[in-house]
């Protein structure tokens, strides 16, 4: 173009803009900033379909990790802080598009991570889920909130949805959470009134 702007076109990340139009479905004005493929749907959805399964497998995983303590505390927590951090993006970002928020609560939210909702709301969904239980921002991903509801109704202790969580802490982005949870437990463990000596 002669002004040096691109051409309008497209925006990039509103999947499908022209198939939307011809439904009628809503589609935001401008890109939104949570571009996802829909393979990571597809993923997502599995881990709530099967969050009875991953409940009892995390609990598993903490129990391992927090037998571990001595382990990272010898090595120091800030040390394997790196390679964790590593490990646990790979493997929660397959299953769950995690956004490393550093606070995980996807045991209160039926293994569907709140992170995901473009308005990163943790305490439930915002009042434009649409009928079809899809995203109001955006309309091709089904609300975060509404796959929270029935991930939570299939797990054990599924009632933690009912909790209210605490703001984000940004400064906790991009740390791990599952080292968080170890030493967090591991001083509850040891402070506890049966850890104490006579
Ligand atoms: S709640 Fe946070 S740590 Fe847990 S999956 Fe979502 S972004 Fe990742």
Redesign the pocket.
Known sequence: MADGKPAPGPMPGNAAPAKKATTGAYTPGSVSPNRRARRSYTIRLWSVRHSRFLEWFYGRFANAFLLLHPLWNMLGYARVERPVTFV?RNV?GLL???????????SS?GMS????CPKQLRNGPCGGVRANGNCEVEPDMPCVWVQAWAGSRAMVHGDAILNVQKPVNQSLRETS?WLRVTAQAAAARETSPSEQKP
């Not at 769950?96 to 996807?106: A, I, K, P, W």
């Open positions: 646990e929660k769950f598009d995690c956004r490393m928020c550093g606070q995980c609560v996807l939210t991570c709140p992170m995901n959470s």
